[in-house]
């Protein structure tokens, strides 16, 4: 797994210039870099990004990109796909720390002792996950082609799932499928309340529930959609809705407000009065220290090398999967 220690940093140059937004332009030139973005960014992360997506996407781009130089506006794991995928190209994340819930709630260790316990089955893991744990599976997939994924498995070939649980129901609802799931959340999309959905549904009888798959069943339950991020600003745009309460982590309403400026969308409330629908790993990324990271060339993502080659395998495989 990877450490977050970073002493080199306190070494590197933190001097902000003025004019942020113009300053990454003028280094993406410089260093022929592209700035891959998550939908749960900051606004103006996701403002100054050459393409922003959900999972799947970014992972499409990080395969195709020609950029010497990818800064990864996102998450550990996001990073470390593109590495995985690239490992000449230098891959900046802007704060190392920006790790993930869902992928820590699986450490290596534990996964391969469960993993041996079912030696006939195939394992298919969520990209939201180490590179330890894509080395151990056979298929990786997103929020966007799981049940695509699955729906391709011979009917006969038992599955495990992981690492998250939620996204595992809902593929074995669409699918039909018995998996074996892995017991992993996320804190972000485990924390929105089905109490505060139904108020707000009572007092916008007029708005639909659009929800991640991560979410927990009973918010699921109330959900006129489920999707990916990608899906979720594709079905907001097309809806003849005006209003949405978006179970997500609310960084994607700046999209959606984009897209369709006349539509309204509430953020759903997390179980308590805080911010927990915000994700605490996304948000360690600024638009500062995106900058730092490409001045500084730092900080920057590796992983042993064999780890690395057989955490291609399975990633290769989603893609080919998902054309
Ligand atoms: P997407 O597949 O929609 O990008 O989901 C990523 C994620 O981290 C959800 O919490
Ligand atoms: Fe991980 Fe959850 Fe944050 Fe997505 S929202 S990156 S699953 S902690």
């Not at 996950?129 to 994924?149: G, L």
């Not at 799932?161 to 998996?179: H, K, S």
């Amino acid at each position: 797994m990877f450490t977050t220690a970073l002493p080199q940093q306190t070494k590197a140059s933190s001097f902000l210039p003025y004019d942020l937004f113009g300053a990454i332009n003028t280094l993406k030139k410089e260093l022929n870099a592209v700035v891959l973005a998550h939908y749960y960014q900051d606004p103006d992360i996701q403002d100054v990004a050459d393409y922003l997506g959900d999972s799947l996407g970014l992972s499409q781009q990080a395969a195709s990109t020609s950029a010497d130089v990818i800064v990864f506006a996102g998450v550990h794991f996001m990073a470390e796909t593109a590495k995985i995928l690239n490992p000449d190209k230098l891959v900046l994340l802007p704060d190392l720390d920006a790790g993930c819930s869902l992928a820590d709630s699986c450490p290596p260790e534990e996964f391969a002792k469960f993993k041996a316990a079912y030696p006939d089955h195939l394992v298919v893991s969520y990209i939201n996950c180490s590179a330890e744990i894509k080395a151990m599976s056979d298929i990786i997939c997103t929020s966007s082609n799981a049940v695509r994924i699955v729906n391709q498995i011979p009917e006969d070939q038992p599955i495990i799932f992981a690492p998250d649980r939620n996204l595992g129901r809902y593929v074995m609802e669409q699918t039909g499928r018995d998996l074996v799931l892995w017991q992993g959340s996320c804190i972000v999309h485990e924390t929105f309340s089905e109490k505060k959905i139904i108020q707000l549904k009572i007092e916008h009888p007029e708005a639909e529930v659009i929800a991640h798959p991560e979410c927990e069943p009973p918010v699921l339950r109330h959900a006129s959609y489920i999707g990916s991020t990608t899906a979720l600003l594709k079905y907001a745009q097309t809806s003849p809705a005006s209003t949405f309460i978006v179970a997500t982590e609310p960084g994607i309403i700046h999209q959606m407000q984009k897209q369709t400026p006349n539509k309204r969308f509430i953020p759903a409330p997390a179980m308590n009065n805080c911010a927990c629908n915000e994700c605490p790993y996304m948000r360690l990324n600024t638009l500062e220290k995106l900058y730092l990271a490409m001045k500084n060339r730092q900080p920057e993502i590796t992983m042993p090398e064999h780890i690395r080659v057989a955490a291609l395998r399975p990633i290769q495989r989603m893609l080919e999967m998902s054309v």
